[in-house]
Every structure is written in structure tokens, then in C-alpha cells.
């Protein structure tokens, strides 16, 4: 296929981004009203890591990694490369060389929707990586593909430039334009997570804290002794 290689896209802010780093992608994606999250099946290959970063983006053919080599070099300080393939492939298009030579441009991490390999090497470098699959399976670097195009992961788009925020819960992406908003979103939620903390704390129920017993009520549930519960089961 042929394919083309997109130079100096637009990016979010630096600000933004490393204020989105400060939350987790469970509240990012709340805060964007459950938007923005990449499948479960992309899995970190680390655990208590988490990146933010601008998305380079890379649309590979199966099997074949020649364009992860391309977009090393569209790569600098603050990205995150995502990579998806044409069709499905598990295949380990990624390992230690590449994660080398992204992590001396200050790449902070990688996002796959394929296989990745040099697992232990990689934990070891601290590099931040989460992939579809692990596999040994070697690459060829024979075919045409593009670099900072939009690519969809899971139904997800990803563009060049957005915000693709990682950690143990998996990934999302937040859109270059909202990044500033989310940011100051996330932040009342987690605000108002605290609150909530401290009322549980204070051994307040959800059930009060959020109004549910109404809830209950309207949807017909009721309370019953062991012994009424009982009695009503033999007579049913």
C-alpha cells in the first residue's frame, strides 16, 4: 500500500497535557462523560506507570514495522507513539531498539494495538508501553504505510496531536482541542471524589450520599426479613 508520512502536525499543549497527567484515565474519561477510552484488550506491560503525552501516529501493515522506523524520526520530547495496523495483527512490532531510540528523543511512551516484545528489557529502561498482545514474533520492513494520519483503535479515533493519557486501567485519549477543559474538569471531579471519600469515611452510605433509596423504590425493590423472605418462597 502506499502511504504518507504528515510533518509538524498541530499538538496539544504542553500545559494541558501535563496537567491531564495528574489524574487517572478513569476520571479523564469521566470527566469527558465516558468518552475516549481505548478497549481492555490494550494491557500495560508494566504496572504503576502512568504517561500523558501528544500522540504520534502510525497506520503499519501487518507483520511488517517499516513505518514505526519512519515515525521515529517525526517523534520528539512530550510524544507518545500509537501504532494500529490494517487488520488485526498480534506480531511483536516493537521492542528494546525502538524504545531506545524513542527514548532519546524524549519520547515518553508507546501505545499498540498489535504485539510487543523485550518486555523485561523495556521495564527495565522504564520505558512505559502498553500493547494488544506479547509476542516474539519478528517483523519484515517491506511495505508502504503512513505516519500522523488518523487512526482508529477500537472504534476510538486517534489523531496526531491529541492527548493519549495511559496507566494500570488502560488508555484514552482526549481530543488536542479539549484537553485544556477535560483538565479542569477532571480536576472538580476529583474534587468532589475527595468529598466523597471523607464522607465514607465518616461512614456515610452511597445509598444516602446518592439518593439511591429513592431509586430503589421507584424501581420496585423492597426490603424483607430473612424470615419473610422465607415464608414467601415456600408459598410461591
Not at 47 to 74: C, F, K, Y
Not at 77 to 83: K, P, Q, S
Not at 136 to 163: C, E, H, L, M
Amino acid at each position: 500500500m502506499s502511504g504518507v508520512i504528515v510533518t509538524n502536525p498541530p499538538r496539544a499543549e504542553r500545559t494541558d497535557v501535563d496537567a491531564l497527567a495528574g489524574f487517572g484515565v478513569a476520571t479523564v474519561s469521566e470527566a469527558m462523560g465516558r468518552t475516549g477510552l481505548l478497549g481492555p484488550g490494550i494491557r500495560p506491560v508494566q504496572q504503576g506507570v502512568r504517561v500523558a503525552g501528544t500522540a504520534v501516529t502510525v497506520l503499519s501493515w501487518p507483520g511488517d514495522n517499516l513505518m514505526i522506523h519512519a515515525a521515529v524520526e517525526q517523534c520528539g520530547e512530550g510524544d507518545i507513539l500509537v501504532v494500529t495496523t490494517t487488520s488485526p495483527c498480534t506480531d511483536g512490532l516493537f521492542g528494546e531498539l525502538f524504545a531506545t531510540a524513542l527514548q532519546q528523543r524524549g519520547v515518553r511512551g508507546v501505545v499498540l494495538n498489535t504485539g510487543i516484545r523485550d518486555t523485561q528489557e523495556l521495564r527495565d529502561m522504564d520505558f512505559a508501553a502498553w500493547s494488544r498482545a506479547v509476542s516474539s514474533q519478528g517483523t519484515v520492513k517491506a511495505t508502504g504505510g503512513s505516519v500522523n494520519v488518523p487512526i482508529a483503535i477500537d472504534g476510538q479515533g486517534v489523531r496526531p496531536g491529541d492527548v493519549i493519557l495511559a496507566d494500570d486501567d488502560g488508555v484514552v485519549v482526549v481530543p488536542r482541542e479539549r484537553a485544556g477543559e477535560t483538565a479542569a474538569r477532571a480536576e472538580a471531579r476529583e474534587a468532589k471524589e475527595a468529598a466523597t471519600r471523607a464522607a465514607f469515611l465518616g461512614g456515610q452510605l452511597g445509598l444516602d450520599r446518592y439518593g439511591l433509596r429513592e431509586t430503589l423504590v421507584r424501581l420496585g425493590v423492597t426490603y424483607k426479613s430473612h424470615d419473610e423472605y422465607v415464608r414467601g418462597e415456600a408459598q410461591a
